[in-house]
Structures are given as C-alpha cells and as structure tokens.
C-alpha cells in the first residue's frame, strides 16, 4: 500500500487507453516535431564514465551479449520467469494487451 503522506489527493488523470498502431501513430507526430540539429550516431563514446555495477553486471557478463543459450533447465527457468515478470509490468503499465 502507499502511504498517504506521498499518494495524490485526487484521480491521477490519464488519457483514454489506445492500442500499439494509435500509440505509435501518436509517437510519430511528436517526433515530428524534433529537430536534428547534429546526429552523433556513429561517433562513438569519449571520456563516458560508466558505473561500476553496469560494468560489473552488464558489460563484463558474457550473458548480456553472446548467442550462448543454458541448457541448464533452472538457469533457463529462471530467465524465462524474469522475462515474463518484465512482460507482464510492461502490459500493467502501458495498459496493452501484449509486450514483446
């Protein structure tokens, strides 16, 4: 439960749910809207500082960024519950009937 001392007093207002083909209708007029002033695509990474436990738990594990699939079946478990625990948040919070 939230605690009332942070919740809204009133309704959170919220637009009327849409489905993926509207939603991405209504991304692409915002985007329409944006200047490319300079792209950096391509340029690279300079002088980035990249924290420690994103190097640590992302970058330096191979598991992130190999083709190599476990065949150990409570690692391939584990990794198709945690995908579906993401799916299932996205679905929540976007209100879509599907994530992908």
Known sequence: AVP???RLPQKLVMDAP?????????LKDIMSKNKVLKSFIGM???EV???QV???NVLENPGWYTAYTPY????????????LNFQTMIADL???PLAG
Do not use: C, H, V
Request: zero cysteines; hydrophobic letters at 35%; charged letters at 15%.
């Open 94 to 96: 976007t209100g879509l």
């Open 72 to 83: 150990q079946a409570e690692i391939s478990q584990g990794r198709l519950q945690s995908l």
């Open 44 to 46: 690279g990474y300079y």
């Open 54 to 56: 994103i190097l640590r």
């Open 4 to 6: 009332t001392s942070i």
């Open 18 to 26: 849409m489905s993926e083909s509207e939603a991405l209708a209504n």
């Open 49 to 51: 500082l990249t924290p």
